[in-house]
């Protein structure tokens, strides 16, 4: 029997749009599509029968459960699994599964983060299906796409807010789209393509590692001979291992109706990438939560572990989540694509403008979308953006907003044909716009790329971030052109005002060099190096004020979102930290000790026969200085650690551990490591970087 390809087993897991066309009565497929397409509210008797045709379709998959799954702040999923079986006469049971089953779910809402909103003794949550996005079956339970809100209805998930600045964007985008010749769409949708980095390790060599286990970075590791100096990984040949794990993943993801469209080797070695059609945001964001789900079993059916923290190794690249974020609307039209004379596109400019206020205006809320602990170690790195946010438009695009905020024309310059030298190789068009890949927020040709997201982080938070900010400056576009005289001069007026404005954000040179940094700390740009200060900017007025315009959290939802990421972070360095401690106390330290030993037994067998020299007693002396420097580090950081116990003070104690408890880290790390480079490989009591590296 031939097997199937891959457009025939393409999203088979997934009550898609063709399986509900096939199973639902035209009249209940019309309704839940405009439920869909323009948010309409879904009525019971449509859910009733929708449930009843997805329950069936499930449990010819094999599904005989059934899951509300969320987004809770702990940024992974949840899910709580129940059977259809109804109990029936007879000892039987039947398989059931009704509107209010598939609407509504519960959940203990207090055991999950909620920043105060919740208490232990007020447990109830909900979680509430998402039309929007496909049910799929998965291990033999349907997954219900959900939102999860309290009992007295805030957001408790990353989804909710993602859902409610999708109205946003789409109400003010469209108050200015008005104003404009194209057929009048009816809705504005968010798009977004996330590109997913990874690394893989053996699995063997992870378990051996205590840090990898409990908090997926390595806290210790000398740097190998050979890291990505060569820059021979980067889009290299495929080891055949890594190879069938990426197919594997690949057909899962398919199958699931993931659209997985690029993977290639990332620039360190053992870093990946994947890569999916961009999709509308909020199905994006599920996307990417099984991509990531995907990635961690695959490995681990294949004897690999795939990491997704943001640094997993010191002195090379870390891994992040690169979101390529859009508008289009639902005539087809992609508003960020310029056409053939972007100077003369009034409505993409307009909008790039909008782009440029937003992030200048509320670059602290963006920072803070992507910040964790994690993400510190990461910004500011080679390839990662640094923590400066700006925008990157390119010299062509720069120079069209400079010639209108001047007031002078702008000399159109078609894309020119290239040639590489070569008679057999064809001349290709070159692209208008340039690409910089170290721009946190870049423009690269019809979208908007966002550089700083984590590679373990929710795109929920960064993209909610993203919708509003944006609706916000489009609020203020609409609110000018509603009141104009002449529509047509205020739009060129507010593209020419508007970058007056912010164009201090704007930069198109290499944000990792030291004379970005003293720029932009001229143009008066935020340089918020940890996430600790960024956390601020969750209780700043001014964003408690914008949020709160349109919709997106209240202030209290803010608040809780401040408190929980401040413990989130406390807690993080805390595991890290006693992590460290673990591994130095009962695996290097009596290691250290037994291989000194060694030495002296050797050193001592040298006098003893007159053959010893200064080199080997320094050698000695040398080793023993650095394992009593080891000792007093550990010494070190559990006394910071005993101060940290007793700070209540959620602020206060963040703040402890951000610049006392890494501090003391840090000069644990660097004396240990020092030791890994003097000791005996066979004697080190875990896989080096070199064997981590290296050896898939």
């Not at 699931?256 to 999709?279: C, D, I, M, R, W």
């Not at 990491?307 to 005539?331: C, Q, R, V």
């Not at 790390?669 to 005996?680: G, N, Q, S």
Request: charged share 25%; proline share 3%; glycine share 4%.
């Amino acid at each position: 029997m031939a097997k199937k390809t891959v457009s025939e087993y393409f999203g088979e897991q997934v009550f898609n749009d063709a399986v509900m066309k096939e199973r639902l009565p035209e009249s209940v497929y019309n309704s839940l599509q405009k439920t869909i397409r323009e948010g309409a509210h879904i009525e019971n008797d449509v859910a009733s029968v929708v449930a009843e045709a997805m329950k069936d379709w499930a449990i010819e998959k094999g599904a005989t459960h059934y899951t509300h799954w969320f987004q809770p702040m702990t940024g992974i999923t949840a899910e709580k699994h129940d059977a259809f079986i109804v109990p029936a006469d007879g000892g039987r049971v039947i398989m059931e599964f009704h509107a209010k089953e598939l609407i509504k779910g519960e959940s203990d809402a207090s055991s999950f983060p909620s920043g105060g909103l919740r208490a232990t003794f007020e447990a109830r949550g909900y979680t509430v299906w998402d039309p929007t996005s496909y049910a799929f079956v998965r291990d033999g339970t349907l997954y219900i796409p959900t939102a999860f809100c309290s009992y007295s209805g805030e957001a408790l998930d990353m989804k909710t807010p993602l859902m409610r600045s999708n109205e946003a964007i789409n109400r003010e985008a469209l108050r200015v789209l008005k104003f404009f010749d194209d057929d009048a769409p009816k809705r504005v949708y968010a798009t977004v393509g996330a590109e997913q980095e990874y690394f893989l390790v053996d699995k063997r060599s992870f378990m051996a590692r205590k840090d990898l286990r409990f908090t997926g970075r390595t806290l210790f590791g000398a740097k190998p001979p050979k890291g990505q100096e060569l820059e021979d990984h980067y889009f290299g040949n495929i080891k055949e291992r890594v190879a069938a794990f990426m197919k594997e993943v690949d057909v899962e993801l398919w199958r699931l109706g993931v659209y997985a469209k690029t993977k290639h080797n990332e620039v360190a070695p053992a870093q990946h990438e994947l890569a999916p059609v961009f999709s509308l945001s909020t199905v994006a964001a599920d996307h990417n939560q099984l991509i990531m789900d995907v990635l961690k079993k695959v490995a681990e059916r294949q004897d690999l572990v795939c990491l997704l923290h943001e640094k997993p190794f010191a002195e090379i690249n870390g891994s992040g989540k690169h979101n390529n974020w859009s508008l289009n609307t639902d005539t087809g039209v992609r508003i960020f694509k310029p056409g053939k004379t972007p100077e003369k596109n009034y409505k993409f400019l307009l909008f790039v403008a909008a782009i440029i206020k937003a992030v200048d205006k509320y670059a602290d809320i963006l920072k803070a979308s992507v910040s964790t602990a994690a993400n510190d170690q990461r910004l500011g790195g080679n390839e990662a953006p640094p923590s400066i946010i700006s925008i990157y438009l390119g010299n062509y695009l720069e120079a069209i907003f400079e010639a209108i905020s001047k007031g002078d024309n702008f000399e159109h310059v078609s894309s020119t044909y290239l040639g590489t030298g070569v008679e057999s190789i064809p001349l290709f068009k070159r692209d208008t716009f340039d690409r910089n890949r170290t721009s946190p927020f870049a423009y690269t040709g019809n979208k908007f790329e966002f550089r700083m997201g984590g590679s373990s982080q929710s795109v929920s938070g960064s993209i909610a971030v993203i919708n509003t900010i944006v609706a916000d400056a489009l609020s203020d576009f609409a609110d000018r052109l509603e009141k104009a005289e002449d529509p047509e001069a205020e739009k060129i007026a507010l593209i020419r005002d508007s970058y007056n404005e912010h164009k201090r954000v704007v930069f198109n040179s290499n944000n990792y060099s030291e004379e970005w940094l003293n720029e932009a700390e001229a143009r008066g740009l935020q340089n918020l190096k940890n996430s600790v200060e960024s956390y601020n900017a969750y209780i700043n007025p001014k964003n408690i004020a914008l949020f709160e315009k349109h919709k997106i959290f209240t202030e209290a939802e803010l608040h809780a979102r401040y408190e929980i990421y401040l413990d989130i972070y406390s807690k993080t360095v805390k595991i890290e930290a006693l992590t460290m401690l673990d591994m130095a106390k009962k695996e290097i330290l009596p290691a250290v000790l037994k291989y000194e030993n060694k030495l002296l037994d050797n050193l001592n067998m040298k006098m003893k026969a007159y053959v010893s020299n200064s080199i080997d007693t320094k050698r000695f002396t040398d080793y023993d200085m650095l394992y009593c420097e080891a000792v007093n580090a550990v010494s070190e950081l559990e006394n910071c650690l005993s101060a940290a116990d007793g700070i209540s003070e959620v602020y206060e104690k963040a703040t402890f551990y951000s610049e006392n408890i890494l501090n003391a880290m840090k000069n644990l790390r660097t004396v240990c490591d020092k030791l890994e480079t003097l000791t005996d490989e066979k004697a080190w009591p875990f896989p080096t970087y070199s064997e981590l590296l290296f050896n898939v």
